[in-house]
Nanobody, 130 residues
């Protein structure tokens, strides 16, 4: 299994921008059938899928709550996945996790239908508060 390390924790004010980085080791992000995803868990709430990018065709998926504000991307040379978060809201406050799975399901399956991921980072806290 790959190892995942998130970075970019922070305290930001509403409407500001923050970028998270997921550094991948033990495997290449270009390997076929991988889905690279971001999840989050807010205080007192269940973990939810945020966004996903497929290694097969680069297809993307976003949860409705972040669509139009967040952007997932990858840098193959750096073996890194990013999550750019714009127009942050207090309700975006959560621990954000990078996750990966190689069963080859669609990104919508992982994010919308919670198919599960088999590799997880330890998470990084994002706080949006004035």
């Amino acid at each position: 299994q790959v190892q995942l390390q998130e970075s970019g924790p922070g305290l930001v004010k509403p409407s500001q921008t923050l970028s998270l980085t997921c550094t991948v080791s033990g495997g290449s992000i270009t390997t076929s059938y991988y889905a690279w995803s971001w999840f989050r868990q807010a205080p007192g709430k269940e973990r939810e899928g945020v966004s996903c990018i497929s290694s097969n065709d680069g297809s993307l998926y976003y949860a409705e709550s972040v669509k139009g504000r967040f952007t997932i991307s990858r840098d193959n040379a750096k073996n890194t996945v990013y999550l750019q978060m714009n127009s942050l809201k207090p309700e975006d406050t959560a621990i954000y996790y990078c996750a990966a799975d190689r069963r080859g399901y669609s990104c919508s399956g992982y994010i919308r239908y919670n198919y599960g991921m088999n590799s997880w980072g330890k998470g990084t806290l994002v706080t949006v508060s004035s």
